[in-house]
């Protein structure tokens, strides 16, 4: 069983509206990871954080898309204003290293659905 | 840039056949390939991963080959069971924080 918490498992919002989901990840694990899961299963990196720092993120997270890692809470991921698009399995997964030889565990995810 | 191709995007088989779903990469740089299977609704976990050319790497009764020269990490089973009907994805390290996963297959094993 996924040791890499996510709340919530679904999130509905309508157009324009914030969503934010958190992840928990496991213990011990100092990198966290944020991919958007479309509806043909194809992944998309967000974000990564080696503990409250940004590793790496693409453009789109620069725009309407925000992440924090803050010490002691939850990691979160927030869509400032929810579009259709965005409609996705939202998948976190943590790692003891960011490095890419190393093994990432999964969440189970939040499916965001944006009517 | 860096890229992974699975060619195949539904593999469906009865019980007991072997399977063998396609993996090919992309990069410049020294590779890191890994396979991760999901089940419905559950997290993607690990199968597999490598980056030895030409050996063998295996895990409950899957087994995949990294082989440089043809850019390819197929895996293979011998024989399928119900419990293998899941997506399973590919994925590329390749140096920095990212690994690229592939567009996934997803295997349906009926009985």
Redesign the interface.
């Known amino acids: 069983n996924?040791k890499?918490i996510q709340t919530p498992r679904y999130l509905v919002k309508g157009q324009g509206q914030k969503a934010k989901m958190r992840c928990i990840p496991e213990k011990g694990h100092p990198?966290v990871f944020w991919?958007q899961q479309n509806k043909?299963?194809?992944?998309k990196?967000l974000i990564?954080f080696q503990n409250q720092e940004v590793?790496?993120q693409i453009d789109m997270t620069e725009k309407r898309f925000s992440a924090e890692c803050p010490s002691n809470s939850p990691c979160s991921l927030e869509i400032q204003s929810s579009e259709a698009g965005d409609s996705a399995l939202y998948?976190c997964a943590s790692s003891w290293t960011?490095?890419?030889?190393?093994?990432?565990?999964?969440?189970?995810?939040t499916r965001l659905t944006v009517l | 840039g860096d890229s992974v191709t699975q060619t195949e995007g539904l593999v469906t088989l009865t019980k007991g056949l072997p399977v063998m779903l396609n993996c090919t990469y992309q990069t410049t740089y020294s590779p890191f390939l890994f396979w991760y299977v999901q089940h419905l609704n559950e997290a993607p976990k690990l199968l597999l991963k490598s980056s030895t050319d030409n050996k063998r790497t295996e895990h409950q009764g899957f087994y995949a080959t990294l082989h440089k020269s043809s850019s390819s990490f197929h895996l293979q089973k011998s024989s399928v069971q119900l419990s293998d009907s899941a997506l399973y994805f590919c994925a590329l390290g390749t140096g920095g924080y990212k690994v690229v996963f592939g567009s996934g297959t997803r295997l349906l094993v009926s009985p």
């Open positions: 996924s890499v990198v991919y043909n299963n194809e992944f990196f990564n590793l790496q998948l960011g490095a890419f030889y190393a093994e990432q565990f999964f969440g189970p995810g």
